[in-house]
């Protein structure tokens, strides 16, 4: 009997990656033909490096590129990212192969107790590594406080409060008053219902790629390439397409606070 060869997937490990890796290997199961397909889990320096804001850390790739060197030197197959992580020029000898239906690509305010934006008192406490958020906040409400947060959905859940992984989520001490995030990884992950406020594109830009996924491949990577088409989502592709090709006219990533919204 012949061996089934079997197809690795590489991702971070966090609930949101491992959410998204789930969701292509079950895009690939559906119509797999003598092969098994395999989550590989990879610690990236943004995961092992907590303590800094992202735009200290000063360099293109922190969530991705220990994925990617594991898809070069053949230790995965494919590679699965949130596209807004994914920086513009990928590595030599590496391509997108495939970008599946976008979610939501707005900003959700989760604030303390539901409390939306105008409800905050001038010098409210708001968490977010994010210095395109950090801008737009307080072009909206200079009288804020922004610090630094950085962690997984739930622990910046946690930070205002909300203790996701609870059986019965309640009321815990927080420290921020409020934080933003990603409609799409609240909705992926079945925690939308914490949401005080949704952000209109209108004026409050997301991240360039927000709310879609990227499996990345080697260049010469024809039959999993073949099998990626499937999934592949023409609109979306188009859309983000353009705020990537605008986030790379401009020079910036998380170190310029950037934000972009296209139509596909």
């Keep these: 009997m012949t061996a089934r060869r079997t197809i690795r997937i590489g991702t971070r490990g966090s609930r949101l990656a491992m959410w998204q ?11 797999r033909a003598g092969f098994e397909v395999e989550i590989v889990p990879i610690r990236t320096l943004g995961d092992r490096n907590r303590s800094e804001p992202i735009g200290a850390l000063a360099r293109q790739g922190i969530f991705t590129r220990e994925i990617e060197e594991a898809l070069l030197d053949g230790r995965c197959d494919a590679a699965v ?15 997108i192969g495939a970008i599946l239906e976008r979610e939501d690509p707005r900003d959700a305010l989760i604030g303390r107790g539901g409390a939306r934006l105008g409800d905050l008192p001038p010098g409210s406490v708001i968490g977010t590594s994010s210095l395109r958020r950090r801008s737009q906040l307080l072009h909206l409400r200079p009288d804020l406080v922004v610090r630094d947060l950085r962690g997984n959905v739930p622990t910046r859940l946690a930070a205002v409060g909300i203790d996701a992984e ?63 088409r499937a999934m592949h989502h023409p609109a979306t592709a188009a859309a983000v397409s353009a705020e990537r090709a605008f986030l790379e006219a401009l020079g910036g990533w998380c170190r310029v606070p950037v934000g972009a919204f296209a139509r596909g």
């Design 21 to 31: 890796a789930r969701w292509v290997k079950d895009l690939l199961d559906r119509g």
């Design 81 to 95: 990212h949130s596209l807004k992580d994914l920086p513009v020029r990928l590595p030599e000898g590496l391509r």
């Design 166 to 228: 609870a059986e019965k989520p309640g009321p815990i001490e927080g420290r921020f008053d409020a934080t933003i995030l990603a409609r799409a990884g609240l909705v992926r992950l079945g925690l939308d219902r914490f949401i005080s406020e949704m952000f209109s594109v209108e004026w409050f830009l997301p991240a360039p790629g927000q709310g879609a996924v990227a499996v990345e491949i080697r260049e010469d990577a024809e039959e999993i390439g073949n099998r990626l």
